[in-house]
């Protein structure tokens, strides 16, 4: 069966660092990946996705970026966070685009 | 007009009751319609995903879609303490392009 990993859980960064979030899938071949950022009270807000290695859309223009250096590895990052940058990141995999997701357990970021 | 619409809750019911959340949306080009489950601080579980209108049952969920009417509900029977969890109901199109829209969630309490 398939898994997806992400770390770390929780995350409390100062305003202007980096940040970097990392997403693995267990258990598949060629999925295609997703990163969301989920706000208090507000549905899924898709920030990227990936249909392959090196292949990355962007959704919403902003302060940061993603990366899919292996098959089944999804990477977030910013150079510098701003505190608009908060929030509860989740990233997901499925067999086709656009069709059922798999979330994993996110990661909670809180920037000060 | 937002694309999907889910009203927020929250629901509160008691145990044994059927519990019934709805989505509407604008958009007719969606094919495939998706209910996850999010309990506090977790990602979101897929439950049901059906991609045609008319009913789909697993167990004590049954997804309906009205394509025609632009309205998906959500039915759980014998609801438990253990449904107690935000529903989000999702709806998306991967021909001609890609796109994913989740609603913002139901919250919904179930009393012992």
């Known amino acids: 069966s398939q898994t997806i990993h992400q770390w770390p859980a929780t995350l409390v960064q100062p305003v202007g660092s980096p940040l970097s979030l990392e997403c693995t899938v267990e258990?598949?071949?060629?999925?295609?990946l997703y990163w969301y950022r989920q706000a208090a009270g507000r549905g899924l807000q898709l920030l990227f996705y990936?249909?392959?290695?090196?292949?990355i859309s962007s959704e919403v223009p902003q302060n940061l970026s993603a990366s899919r250096p292996q098959d089944r590895q999804f990477i977030l990052s910013s150079k510098k966070l701003l505190l608009s940058d908060s929030g509860f990141y989740l990233c997901a995999w499925g067999p086709r685009l656009g069709e059922t997701q798999y979330f994993g357990p996110g990661t909670r970021l809180l920037v000060l | 007009q937002k694309e999907v619409e889910q009203d927020p809750g929250p629901l509160s019911v008691p145990e044994g009751a059927i519990v019934s959340l709805n989505c509407t949306y604008s958009?007719?080009?969606?094919?495939?319609f998706m209910w996850y489950r999010q309990y506090s601080r977790k990602g979101p579980e897929l439950l049901m995903y059906?991609?045609?209108?008319g009913n789909k049952e697993d167990g004590r969920f049954t997804a309906q879609v009205d394509k025609s009417s632009k309205y998906i509900s959500l039915f759980i029977r014998d609801s438990q303490p253990s449904d107690s969890a935000t529903y989000l109901c999702?709806?998306?199109?991967?021909?001609?392009?890609?796109?994913?829209?989740f609603g913002a969630g139901t919250r919904l309490f179930v009393k012992a």
């Open positions: 999702a709806m998306s199109v991967n021909t001609g392009g890609f796109k994913t829209i």
């Open positions: 990936s249909v392959g290695i090196g292949q």
């Open positions: 958009n007719s080009a969606f094919q495939y």
């Open positions: 059906t991609y045609s209108s």
């Open positions: 258990g598949t071949s060629n999925p295609n």
